[in-house]
């Protein structure tokens, strides 16, 4: 049977690698790229799965005073596009993280969900 300092430890460490893995984690989702589209392809936007923001392509055709509020909507469909899917990819990592720490389903950690 292990000591109450051992099993301390033992939380601890496996807390510290929590942490990394979380680290680690987070610098995958930064690095993994997803494009938003609206308005069949006049608005895009690149972002990281993590949600940065990294680029926005809006087409000539779309740069007329008169289509500004369209030109808006746009563009906020897009980003939201975006967003949803870096949530996407990012709920499926954090999912294979946690099943590759042994989790139960449905168990979140502080920071993972």
């Known amino acids: ?6 099993m301390i430890q033992a939380a ?4 510290e ?6 680290g680690e984690m987070q610098a995958k989702l930064d690095a993994i790229e997803v494009e938003g589209v609206a308005g069949g392809g006049l608005v895009k936007v690149r972002a990281s799965a993590k949600g940065r923001i990294l680029r926005v392509e809006i087409d000539e055709s779309l740069m ?8 808006e909507d746009l563009v906020t469909a897009a980003f ?3 967003r949803d899917k870096a949530d996407r990819i990012s709920e499926e990592e954090m999912k294979k993280m946690q099943g590759g720490m042994g989790l139960p ?9």
């Open 105 to 113: 389903p449905g168990f979140n950690l502080p920071g993972m969900g």
């Open 64 to 71: 007329k005073p008169e289509e500004k509020q369209m030109v």
């Open 12 to 15: 601890q460490k496996a807390a």
């Open 80 to 82: 939201n596009d975006a």
């Open 17 to 22: 690698q929590i942490q990394n893995q979380m």
């Open 1 to 6: 049977m292990q000591s109450m300092e051992e």
